[in-house]
Every structure is written in structure tokens, then in C-alpha cells.
């Protein structure tokens, strides 16, 4: 009798394994589709080229944004700019010394705020722009982080219009993505952040 009733815990442990092992296949099945979904809704262009707004925001983390945020300004898509993070290296400083020296950059208005991740950069936004009465801004980031950064500026600034402006960089192959490692790493990494921002949301909203 006792090896009876050994041998049918045994068999109901397998089970248990078996039936969380099945449930971890069907959420490892639907993340990779949630993944391909979201390669597949990654930006490819800039779809609004032309509206101007009351503020273009850069969020650092290259030299290709803030050059978009520049040459922005440049042709008067907007008269704030407001530089979102971090202060590392020389690039916005060289940026902006040259901007002043071809008289393109002296009568701008810039801030540059100080935020270390995306969350940051969402709420020192809201921040500055509800105390300079911002009504409408340009984002400007990475393509593969375009995504994650509307859902937190959206969350922290649900009123205010907000004009993507996806910058494309020659590093991330975002065409072929699952062809090329380092890209695949990189939107893999992006689309989780992604899902833990918007459960974090939903959570927050429910409590």
C-alpha cells in the first residue's frame, strides 16, 4: 500500500512539471509573436513632417537624435527644445556651439534636463512642460525605442498631443532584424521593457 501511494505522488509531481512546463511554452509561444508584432510596428519613416509644435523634445542616447533636434529647430518646427537626460560626453555642448556660430542657434530657447532612463525622461518632461505651458512637443528618439517612449510620455502627459519623430540609426538593422544579433538583442531587450511598462501602468491604474 505505501508503494502504491508513493508511486501515485510521484506520477501527480510529474503531472504538476508537466502541466507548468506546458504553461511556459504557450507564454514563451506568445512573446516570440508579441515580438514579431512588435519588429513589425517598429517605425520605418517619419509619417508627420510638417506640424509644428510648441516643443521638440530629444531623449539622449546618440548624436543622431540630437542632430534631429537640432536641424528641427533649425527649420522652425518649433520654437522650445528641450534635451531629456543625461549629459554625457561633448556632443550636445559641440552641438550647440555650433549652432551659435553659424547664427542658426542664438535666439533658441534650450533646456537640458538630467533624467537616467525612459521613465525619467517622461516625467522631468511633464514636469518642465506644465511649468513652461507646453501644449504640443515632437519626440525625438531611436526607432526601436520610439514605442516604450510614447507609452510613458502618454502616461505622464495624456492631454498633450505628441508628434513622433523616429531617427534611424545605421547600426540597428531594424529591416532584417532577426537576421542581424546585436539588433535582435536590442529589440528583444526593447519589447520586454516595453511589456514590464505597460503591466506596470495597468497595475498602477488598478490600485
Known amino acids: 500500500m505505501a508503494e502504491r501511494r508513493f508511486g501515485m505522488k510521484r506520477h501527480g509531481g510529474q503531472g504538476r512539471w508537466g502541466r507548468r512546463l506546458l504553461i511556459l511554452l504557450i507564454l514563451v509561444i506568445i512573446w516570440i509573436i508579441g515580438l514579431f508584432r512588435f519588429a513589425n510596428d517598429l517605425p520605418q519613416t517619419v509619417e508627420d513632417v510638417s506640424t509644428h509644435s510648441d516643443a521638440i523634445v530629444v531623449l539622449t542616447g546618440g548624436s543622431q537624435r540630437l542632430s534631429a533636434g537640432f536641424n528641427l529647430m533649425a527649420v522652425g518646427m518649433a520654437d522650445r527644445l528641450f534635451i531629456s537626460g543625461v549629459y554625457r560626453g561633448v556632443e550636445v555642448k559641440q552641438l550647440l556651439e555650433n549652432a551659435e556660430r553659424s547664427g542658426e542657434g542664438a535666439d533658441w530657447r534650450i533646456e537640458i534636463g538630467d533624467a537616467v532612463d525612459t521613465i525619467g525622461n517622461a516625467i522631468e518632461t511633464a514636469v518642465w512642460a506644465q511649468r513652461e505651458n507646453i501644449k504640443s512637443l515632437r519626440l525625438v528618439?531611436?526607432?526601436?525605442?520610439?514605442?516604450?517612449?510614447?507609452?510613458?510620455?502618454?502616461?505622464?502627459?495624456?492631454?498633450?498631443?505628441?508628434?513622433?519623430?523616429?531617427?534611424?540609426?545605421?547600426?540597428?538593422?531594424?529591416?532584417?532584424?532577426?537576421?542581424?544579433?546585436?539588433?535582435?538583442?536590442?529589440?528583444?531587450?526593447?519589447?520586454?521593457?516595453?511589456?514590464?511598462?505597460?503591466?506596470?501602468?495597468?497595475l498602477t491604474d488598478l490600485l
Open 141 to 202: 528618439t531611436s526607432a526601436y525605442h520610439m514605442p516604450r517612449s510614447l507609452l510613458e510620455f502618454r502616461y505622464r502627459l495624456p492631454d498633450t498631443p505628441i508628434i513622433p519623430h523616429p531617427v534611424f540609426p545605421e547600426n540597428v538593422k531594424i529591416g532584417q532584424w532577426w537576421a542581424w544579433p546585436g539588433t535582435a538583442r536590442l529589440i528583444m531587450s526593447e519589447y520586454t521593457k516595453y511589456l514590464i511598462a505597460k503591466l506596470r501602468h495597468q
